[in-house]
């Protein structure tokens, strides 16, 4: 079973998230905040998700997971027109920023990429 980790405080995404995981076995737990995102981090996930979006300084969170582990993938996804926002993403870390609409269509394929 694959063990994702995300920061994500939009209820209609951790529904989402959440529900594919499910059906794909996937094993997702969801932060609401920096410092909740890091401590699900001692799980040593594979892939960490990231609403660039979330109200609890999503940028920093980036760099505390960067500094806590160098190997993780981290995918951010954001509204398409907010591309300055997606550069401060991946400066802090992100190995893949995604337009929220990419990011919500391709959520099966990239849960099972994080599979064992």
């Not at 981090?41 to 660039?52: G, H």
């Not at 940028?59 to 398409?80: N, P, T, Y």
Request: with cysteine.
């Amino acid at each position: 079973m694959g063990r994702v980790v995300a920061l994500v405080d939009d209820l209609f995404f951790q529904m989402k998230l959440a529900e594919t995981a499910k059906h794909l076995g996937v094993e997702v737990k969801v932060a609401t905040n920096g410092d909740a995102l890091l401590g699900l981090m001692e799980s040593a996930p594979k892939l960490v998700i990231v609403d660039l979006n979330a109200r609890s300084q999503p940028l920093q969170a980036i760099e505390k997971v960067r500094q806590a582990s160098k190997d993780v993938r981290v995918l951010g996804f954001v509204s398409h027109v907010q591309t300055q926002l997606a550069a401060q993403a991946q400066a802090a870390g992100c190995n893949e920023v995604l337009p929220r609409s990419s990011f919500t269509q391709n959520l099966g394929a990239i849960l099972s990429a994080a599979k064992d």
